[in-house]
């Protein structure tokens, strides 16, 4: 993997575990809860948190794969990357809500080609359905998501325009 495709991937961390783009969501911040404290909230909200993560990760992905930064055929080597880690940080998949490597591994795959392979348009009612807001038991968090997927979404689809702008970025 070249250096560029390594920069860009650890964006994707950086912006992903940022309060921005959670904001944007719906969220007041980055959830930041151990293992422990996971076990005394509600499942669905911890659940909820973890998919929003994982789709944060899939659509950053996304957006420097559009702007060929990270190319098409380098998908399955972020994806091991995000699941596995890079140097003393390992067993990422952990901390990004998935049970096993290969599961983490075969789900970032297929979504990231799923929103490459999908009209921007359609991203905000994919995340949706992705994120089951129908399904959330409070509806005014779900409200706030709804109105935040679209902000989200927005922000993503001018950051894409954005490095394919920047040079440094794009090699």
């Not at 699941?83 to 998935?98: E, F, K, M, P």
Request: one cysteine or more; aromatic letters at 10%; a neutral charge.
């Amino acid at each position: 993997m070249n250096e560029t495709t390594q920069k860009a991937v650890a964006q994707v961390f950086r912006s992903s575990l940022s309060d921005e783009p959670w904001q944007d969501i719906g969220f007041r911040c980055r959830p930041k809860y151990g293992a422990i404290f996971k076990r005394l909230r509600p499942e669905w909200k911890v659940n909820l948190e973890e998919s929003v993560l994982k789709e944060m990760i899939v659509l950053f992905t996304t957006a420097y794969i559009l702007a060929g930064t990270i190319k098409a055929n380098e998908i399955d080597e972020v994806v091991n990357l995000y699941a596995n880690g890079y140097g003393s940080v390992t067993d990422l998949y952990r901390t990004i809500g998935y049970k096993t490597r290969l599961e983490a591994c075969a789900h970032l795959r297929d979504s990231i080609r799923l929103y490459v392979d999908t009209d921007a348009s359609e991203w905000p009612g994919m995340m949706l359905d992705r994120l089951k807001i129908k399904e959330l038991p409070d509806e005014k968090l779900a409200a706030r998501i709804i109105v935040g997927v679209i902000r989200f979404v927005e922000s993503v689809r001018w950051m894409t325009a954005a490095i394919r702008n920047q040079p440094e970025i794009t090699g």
